[in-house]
């Protein structure tokens, strides 16, 4: 059974920048398509980023130039590099196996003055 933990968030300033890990145990991510999801409050769960599992990227619009979506097979994790942060950008981030429909427990990130 795949397990996801997700590590690196935190509290930014605007313009500042993060990078969320995921690390998988129990499976490889080489070759799996992957996903990075948030949620706010009171909100539906968005897609912000996924990555195939040829490694072809796709970006929600209100994120695309800023953020970054890898994963490093040898690690066996997944990374979302978040540059140029809004305050808009604050929520739980959670990231998803997309072929076995498997959810990491998310990480805060809080982006405010």
């Known amino acids: 059974q795949v397990q996801l933990v997700e590590s690196g968030g935190g509290w930014k300033q605007p313009r500042g920048s993060l990078r969320l890990s995921c690390a998988a145990s129990?499976?490889?991510?080489?070759?799996?398509?992957m996903g990075w999801y948030r949620q706010i409050p009171g909100k539906q769960r968005e897609m912000v980023a996924t990555?195939?599992?040829?490694?072809?990227?796709s970006y929600a619009d209100s994120v695309r130039g800023r953020f970054t979506i890898a994963r490093d097979n040898a690690k066996n994790t997944l990374y979302l590099q978040m540059n140029a942060l809004k305050p808009d950008d604050t929520a739980v981030y959670y990231c998803?196996?997309?072929?076995?429909?498997?959810w990491g427990q998310g990480t805060q990130v809080t982006v405010s003055t």
């Open positions: 998803k196996d997309l072929v076995r429909d498997i």
């Open positions: 990555i195939s599992s040829g490694g072809t990227t």
């Open positions: 129990g499976s490889s991510l080489s070759g799996v398509a």
